[in-house]
């Protein structure tokens, strides 16, 4: 992934997340350690689950031991697709939602309380998925927007 979806990728998903530069490749990709430990490595097409970020870098990449892999799951490309929906919710932790159409977005709780909303385009941060459901927060005010911004506007 180009970097500037890397940099807000990684800022939706809050700690934990680091972006990675692939210097052959000249592209990026996104390490997130999950509260619950596991290391998710990210990019564009395709993404894998380690048991911790040292299964990742020390196993995998300097020793070539699949021993700490979970998971990898490929979905082609960044699309609001239910398999990339499903597939990227899976691997972050968070939870695929059908908005309507033909169109999938994914919820992540942040460790901070907050909501990320990520989809094909872009993504944002809310107070909570409820508050995208209902248009209020819990004590029944309108909640605003979250603030969206495309990955295209972040270069």
């Known amino acids: 992934m180009i970097h500037a979806m890397a940099c807000k990728l ?3 998903l809050g700690d934990g997340a680091t ?10 990709s996104v390490g997130y350690t999950r509260p619950d430990g596991r290391y998710a ?3 564009e097409d395709a993404g894998a689950l380690y048991t911790s970020p040292e299964a990742c870098w020390d196993d995998w990449h300097v ?5 700490g892999l979970i998971d990898a799951r490929c979905w082609v490309e960044w699309e609001c697709s239910e398999r990339w929906a ?10 695929a939602h059908h908005s309507g159409g033909n169109i999938w977005i994914v ?4 460790t901070d309380g907050r909501c990320a909303l990520i989809g094909e385009t872009g ?6 998925e ?6 209020a927060k819990a004590d029944g005010t309108l909640c605003d927007d979250p603030e969206y911004v495309e990955w295209a506007e972040t270069n």
């Open 41 to 43: 490595s990210i990019d």
């Open 107 to 110: 919820f992540h709780d942040r």
């Open 19 to 28: 972006i990675v530069p692939d210097r052959r490749s000249g592209h990026f």
């Open 63 to 67: 020793r070539g031991s699949e021993e």
């Open 130 to 135: 409820e508050e995208y459901h209902t248009g």
């Open 123 to 128: 993504g944002g941060i809310m107070g909570s």
């Open 86 to 95: 499903r597939d990227f919710a899976y691997l972050i932790g968070g939870r």
């Open 10 to 12: 990684a800022e939706l």
